[in-house]
């Protein structure tokens, strides 16, 4: 069981907007920036979104991050085919002498 | 342009030790900005952490496998190394090799490397 908790599926038609929710604590989310990462089919994940809402060179902007608390969450404007993915979340958790956490991870379908 | 490659027995027999190494070639791996360490996913299922390490030597580790695992550097093969001992079927997954920093967990990942447990 994960220590982040994403919902296990999400889906979407192109061009729409869909949002990916990421549930943590206060040791987490709560004191610490969040990562995003998508991994598409057979691949290695990626890096979409560091420090809750920065995004890495090469990624496109209808990819946002945002926080509120111990929540987090994951924004895909102008959704499109090639976004069909597995996405997770992580963050820093400051107990037991730090460690990451990682979401269970969410699978995105464009339908 | 940095690349990580994973190296190490794809077959490890239950109770044994696992062990990997990755090679990080376009960078150093002596640079301070960054931690090198590894990520696992098991076949279906979620990413799991397993542990940093920053030059100065500060490791950290997931709690859960903290009793088994050890990450080292050694600079002067631009390498990052993991064993896992006493390796049990739950250890089977695709093992990962990540440079990450303060504000991410890996910034840049290798493509993996697939490790079964089994007799």
């Known amino acids: 069981q994960s220590v982040l908790t994403q919902p296990p599926s999400a889906s979407g038609t192109p061009g729409q907007r869909v949002t990916i929710s990421c549930s943590g604590s206060t040791s987490n989310i709560g004191r610490n920036t969040v990562n995003w990462y998508q991994q598409l089919p057979g691949a290695a994940p990626k890096l979409l979104i560091y420090h809750t809402h920065q995004r890495p060179s090469g990624v496109p902007d209808r990819f946002s991050g945002s926080k509120s608390g111990t929540s987090a969450s994951l924004a895909i404007s102008g959704l499109q085919s090639d976004d069909e993915a597995d996405y997770y979340c992580?963050?820093?958790?400051?107990?037991?002498?730090?460690?990451?956490?990682f979401g269970g991870g969410t699978k995105l379908t464009v339908l | 342009q940095l690349q990580l490659q994973e190296s190490g027995s794809g077959l490890v027999k239950p109770s044994e030790t696992l062990s990997l190494a990755c090679t990080v070639s376009?960078?150093?791996?002596?640079?301070?900005?960054?931690?090198w360490g590894w990520i696992r996913q098991p076949p279906g299922k979620g990413l799991e952490w397993i542990g940093s390490m920053y030059n100065s030597g500060t490791t950290y580790y997931n709690p859960s496998l903290k009793s088994r695992v050890t990450i080292s550097v050694d600079t002067s093969k631009n390498q990052v190394s993991l064993k896992l001992t006493s390796v049990t079927a739950a250890d089977t997954a695709m093992y990962h090799c990540?440079?990450?920093?303060?504000?991410?967990?890996?910034?840049?990942w290798g493509q993996g490397t697939l490790v079964t447990v089994s007799s």
């Open positions: 990540a440079r990450g920093d303060v504000v991410a967990a890996a910034d840049r």
């Open positions: 992580a963050a820093w958790d400051d107990s037991l002498n730090g460690h990451w956490v």
């Open positions: 376009g960078g150093s791996i002596n640079d301070n900005s960054y931690s």
